[in-house]
């Protein structure tokens, strides 16, 4: 079964950056994309950013400039370089990880149980 495990979340000033992370263990037999999504409280999970394997990304509008999407393949590891942070942004943030569990199966999403962005003066 894959795990992920999200780190590198807290609280930050308006202004401010962090540096997600996101760690996958298991057995997948390939990643096809790899992602972060968002909820704040009383909201519903939105797509923040997504990359690839061959490294095509996409962002929502409300990050594009701010937020950079990154990912090691071989270690099947995500990161989100967060930049001029929002009170806005302050959430739970999840990576996810789209693959295949074996040869000619399908597609399975993956979800990592979050880390907090809390941003605030």
């Known amino acids: 079964q894959v795990q992920l495990v999200e780190s590198g979340g807290g609280l930050v000033q308006p202004g401010g950056s962090l540096r997600l992370s996101c760690a996958a263990s298991?057995?997948?037999?390939?990643?096809?994309?790899m992602g972060w999504y968002r909820r704040a409280p009383g909201q519903e999970r939105e797509l923040v950013a997504d990359?690839?394997?061959?490294?095509?990304?996409d962002y929502a509008d409300s990050v594009k400039g701010r937020f950079t999407i990154s990912r090691d393949n071989a270690k099947n590891a995500a990161y989100l370089e967060m930049n001029n942070l929002r009170p806005e942004d302050t959430a739970v943030y999840h990576c996810?990880?789209?693959?295949?569990?074996?040869?000619?199966?399908?597609?399975?999403?993956?979800w990592g149980r979050g880390t907090q962005v809390t941003v605030s003066s």
């Open positions: 996810n990880l789209r693959g295949q569990r074996g040869y000619g199966s399908g597609l399975t999403s993956f």
């Open positions: 298991g057995y997948i037999f390939s990643v096809n994309a």
């Open positions: 990359i690839t394997s061959s490294g095509s990304t």
